[in-house]
């Protein structure tokens, strides 16, 4: 046991409805780097956050250098030596990098007039500093810094706190080429000093760049423990062992009777982000477009509602060219997005689920007199709410209080409300149980036969399994544009993480 820096054993977490983590192992060695793989809501997130402190295990033991500890909160886990950089860190950008590397910690004097001295905060991260081969200008306010330049401010506040393990969550996804071989290196510097890091990743590539072993995680559970260097372990293995054989049952059958196109793009670009996009869909299907985080995926769902302008390229709805500068115009156009972050973009958590839903299109309420008639709103919203059978059925309940998966279908019962003509699903069922994702990919196979429906995810299989057509993007470009039934799963997720 005291071979490994780190033991996970037998670690369990359920969430209403969902049993995140079902007796899964993980084993850490001194100085090396150690992949975490697995599709979203895989599990991986949970056992860092678990790790972090964040979350607390309902079973299961955590072993440090072969001695049980126990992580409650997060202070455990710093006081253990374990610190988390975060797919986006939070900082205070207005602060220097210095001052973000020990913000919290800038005296060890406790009380309100307890004096900071700055000069000796700055001696004290420059020296840290030169023990890595980056060069940045510590006395810079964040928000003048270079994305790669945060991530290593980051990554030097936790060592700041001379920790043993690192855990990187998807630390590249939106930096360079340049910058991610920048990080590479410190990395690489990190574990020749021995420390010890869990990397948490969708691109292959990587793995095979910095990764000394991998863990794939699937439904809650492990799937295996590979070493990158065996000769077997390669990227079309990995892919196999993430996705899984077998299709969940749950999906509702294909589109077979497609009707007129109501919506196409061409040429569709946004300066550095994505470039070229070329689609249609038709009444009847659903098209599905699968990337990871920095694909462009979600830059693209809000340049087709309006929220970022396009650089370039066309969007025509039924045939006729549009333009549109807002979501209100793109509204107007028959266009509606259900947002990936439902509780920033979609829903007022604080305000009843008829609010909600009846906001979207107050001109359909509201009498000569820009009045709103509350009788009408609450009768539309009713027959709304009873189709997509939110619950509970009460359209006077605030939305703070239903699950994630009622909080959903009233983002859905929104765009019901508008009455749209192409519906944009992106990330459809994040932090939704089983049963709810049932019931909203049944909810969007039957709007698609009267309707356009495009939906973007980064779960690969949920885009093949709903989808009559498939999309896949790396980096901003499309990697792959065909029917689904010309494709096969292990295909389409390679195209997406790897291009």
């Not at 049993?19 to 899964?24: E, N, Q």
């Not at 589109?255 to 670009?269: A, K, P, R, T």
């Not at 009559?468 to 065909?482: F, L, P, Q, Y």
């Amino acid at each position: 046991m005291a071979s490994y820096k780190l033991q996970m054993k037998g670690i369990e977490k359920v969430f209403p409805g969902v049993k995140a983590l079902d007796g899964v192992n993980f084993e850490l060695k001194t100085g090396e780097v150690h992949a975490l793989l697995g599709m979203n809501g895989a599990g991986k997130s949970t056992l860092i956050k678990i790790l972090s402190g964040i979350y607390q295990k309902d079973a299961g033991e955590i072993f440090l250098d072969g001695k049980k500890i126990k992580i409650i909160r997060p202070e455990d886990a710093i006081n253990s030596g374990i610190a988390t950089v975060y797919q986006d860190p939070q900082m205070i950008p207005s602060f220097t990098g210095y001052e973000n590397i020990f913000l919290g910690f800038e005296s060890n004097k406790r009380g309100i007039f307890s004096r900071i001295n700055r000069q000796k905060l700055l001696k004290q991260a420059e020296q840290l500093l030169k023990r890595f081969p980056v060069d940045i200008d510590l006395t810079k306010s964040v928000k003048q810094l270079k994305t790669v330049e945060k991530e290593i401010i980051a990554i030097l506040k936790a060592l700041s706190k001379d920790m043993s393990i690192l855990v990187l969550d998807e630390p590249t996804s939106i930096l360079t080429e340049k910058e991610k071989n920048v990080l590479f290196d410190l990395i690489k510097m990190l574990k020749q000093r021995g420390i010890s890091i869990i990397y948490i990743t969708h691109r292959l590539e990587e793995i095979f760049e910095i990764s000394d072993r991998l863990t794939i995680y699937r439904d809650g559970k492990n799937v295996a423990t590979l070493e990158v260097k065996d000769k077997e372990t390669n990227s079309g293995k990995i892919a196999k062992l993430i996705i899984g054989e077998e299709i969940n049952k749950f999906y509702p059958d294909k589109g077979n009777d497609f009707g007129n196109e109501v919506i196409s793009v061409n040429g569709l670009s946004l300066e550095g982000v994505f470039k070229d996009v070329s689609f249609r869909v038709r009444k009847g299907e659903i098209l599905g477009i699968f990337g990871l985080v920095g694909s462009g995926i979600e830059e693209l769902s809000k340049v087709l509602f309006g929220a970022y302008p396009k650089t370039s390229g066309i969007i025509k709805i039924n045939r006729q060219e549009v333009n549109f500068n807002s979501p209100s115009q793109a509204i107007s156009h028959g266009i509606f997005l259900i947002p990936w972050n439902r509780r920033l973009e979609g829903v007022f958590d604080n305000q009843p689920i008829y609010f909600n839903i009846s906001l979207s299109n107050m001109e359909k309420i509201v009498n000569l007199f820009g009045l709103v008639q509350q009788h009408k709103e609450k009768q539309i919203v009713k027959k709304i709410s009873d189709q997509l059978k939110i619950t509970p059925a009460n359209i006077n309940q605030n939305v703070s209080f239903l699950s994630g998966g009622n909080q959903q279908k009233v983002v859905i019962g929104k765009g019901l409300f508008v009455e749209a003509n192409t519906y944009i699903f992106a990330e459809p069922t994040t932090g939704v149980d089983v049963g709810a994702k049932v019931g909203i990919y049944n909810l969007i196979r039957k709007l698609s036969r009267h309707k356009a429906v495009i939906l973007i995810s980064s779960d690969c299989k949920e885009v093949f399994s709903m989808c009559d057509h498939v999309i896949a993007m790396h980096k901003g470009r499309v990697t792959m544009h065909e029917d689904v039934d010309k494709v096969n799963l292990e295909d389409m997720f390679l195209k997406g993480v790897m291009g």
